[in-house]
């Protein structure tokens, strides 16, 4: 029996998902740990849980220690100290290297997590991606500016999922960016060469080091674009087939990248950039499941459950590849206005023509309020054993679903 920690702090959508196939797995015992009380846990979930814990901060890694000790005191010596967050990736590794719990550990852990030392990790190793700076103060911005020209990429050393990334076209966004940004000693920022071309996700398991399985993900349009247009309504495609010239350079720095980072058994979301002479440039790494649907995606892919494949591999320390057997795509629909939802258009028309390749969806429904992110008001998942059938349904959500956001 393996006495597991499971740390979510808050039991949003996806992360209780984690959980719930976690305290499922056969031979665990799992204990959970989280910023919440006891009361807010699902019933259906807190009986198959072993134990809980309520800490404040589930940053602080005197927090998490703590609480790891409480649950020994009622499990017995926990084993495996898990998270699928990727803000957690790095007092999670500091608890264990404490404690002595099996696990990624914190040099892997800030490799992956602090973009500046991921940077300059991977081009030492000879990993082609962007030039990059860490910036404390706007002479050292300015310089960076000049040295690499524009457009730049800034963003903070420790984002996760785009979060407060933007684009700098010229002089006068870099000032109006500096404005905004309190630089200082204690708080740098990122600048990037901005990387043209197509983007793309190269999600995969390594174990014992060896990459084992992986699967890409197409972005169309990239992921920064969709920020810079909140009308746009975007599409994430896992192609069928992921073999051939098209993805031969990724196969061969993936997982080179991923060694130069120092993971060994972890499950890894890594972005990266096929530019337009055909090369490769790796954007970012995280060490956790991949967001935006992804996971669900893959799932349907390969026809098995990604969620729990990745609770056995980060408590058990196993991982059974599956075969890729279909194409899978979702449209992320995105309203055009401020405010609620007032009305959606063109979805019964849709869904006569490409309604039976369904296989998850959440559409908008009036009334609801805007999203505050890229993901947008609702989405809508389609699979197939054909690529072109997947990418022609895509097409037609995106260009015949509308969105109407009206303020109240």
């Known amino acids: 029996m393996v006495v597991a920690a499971f740390v979510a702090p808050y039991l949003l959508e996806a992360t209780a998902r984690f959980v719930s196939v976690a305290a499922d797995l056969p031979g665990v015992r799992l204990g959970l740990v989280t910023c919440e009380p006891v009361e807010r846990i699902p019933p259906d979930l807190r009986e198959?849980?072993?134990?809980?814990?309520?800490?404040?901060?589930?940053?602080?890694?005197?927090?998490?220690?703590w609480a790891v000790d409480g649950l020994a005191g009622q499990l017995g010596r926990v084993e495996r100290l898990v998270g699928a967050l990727e803000q957690l990736q790095v007092p999670l590794a500091q608890v264990r290297e404490h404690l002595g719990i099996e696990g990624m550990d914190v040099r892997t852990a800030h490799n992956v997590r602090d973009k500046s030392q991921m940077k300059e990790t991977l081009q030492a190793a000879g990993i082609p991606c962007a030039r990059h700076a860490l910036v404390r103060n706007p002479g050292?911005?300015?310089?960076?500016?000049?040295?690499?020209?524009?457009?730049?990429?800034a963003k903070p050393p420790a984002g996760a999922g785009a979060q407060s990334t933007f684009r700098?076209?010229?002089?006068?966004?870099?000032?109006?960016?500096?404005?905004?940004?309190?630089?200082?000693?204690?708080?740098?920022?990122l600048l990037e060469e901005f990387l043209t071309g197509d983007e793309h996700t190269?999600?995969?398991?390594t174990?014992?080091?060896?990459?084992?399985?992986?699967?890409?993900?197409?972005?169309?349009?990239?992921?920064?674009?969709?920020?810079?247009?909140?009308w746009i309504q975007w599409t994430v495609l896992l192609p069928r087939d992921v073999t051939g010239p098209r993805y031969e350079g990724i196969h061969r720095w993936g997982p080179a990248a991923l060694k130069a980072l120092g993971v060994t058994d972890a499950l890894t979301h890594m972005e990266w950039f096929a530019r337009p002479d055909g090369s490769v440039a790796v954007s970012e790494v995280a060490a956790r499941p991949p967001g935006a649907q992804l996971t669900s995606m893959h799932g349907y892919t390969h026809d098995f459950d990604l969620y729990r494949?990745?609770?056995?591999?980060?408590?058990?320390?196993?991982?059974?590849?599956?075969?890729?057997?279909?194409?899978?795509?979702?449209a992320y629909l995105r309203g055009m206005g401020h405010g609620r939802v007032r009305a959606v258009h063109g979805i019964e028309a849709v869904q006569q023509q490409i309604g039976h390749l369904v296989v998850e969806a959440r559409l908008p429904q009036p009334g609801q309020p805007a999203a505050a992110d890229y993901l947008g008001e609702g989405y809508a998942m389609v699979r197939d054993p054909d690529t072109a059938v997947v990418e022609d349904a895509l097409r037609r959500i995106v260009d015949g679903v509308r969105i109407e956001l009206a303020e109240a």
């Open 140 to 153: 050292q911005a300015t310089a960076f500016a000049d040295q690499v020209g524009f457009p730049l990429v």
């Open 202 to 205: 190269f999600d995969s398991v």
């Open 309 to 330: 494949a990745w609770a056995e591999l980060a408590i058990l320390g196993r991982f059974e590849v599956p075969e890729r057997r279909f194409a899978t795509g979702t």
């Open 48 to 65: 198959r849980l072993a134990g809980h814990w309520r800490i404040d901060d589930p940053l602080d890694p005197r927090q998490l220690a």
């Open 207 to 230: 174990i014992g080091g060896a990459t084992v399985w992986s699967s890409i993900a197409d972005y169309r349009p990239p992921p920064l674009e969709v920020l810079r247009n909140p």
């Open 168 to 189: 700098l076209d010229d002089e006068n966004t870099l000032r109006g960016w500096l404005a905004a940004v309190p630089l200082g000693e204690d708080d740098p920022a």
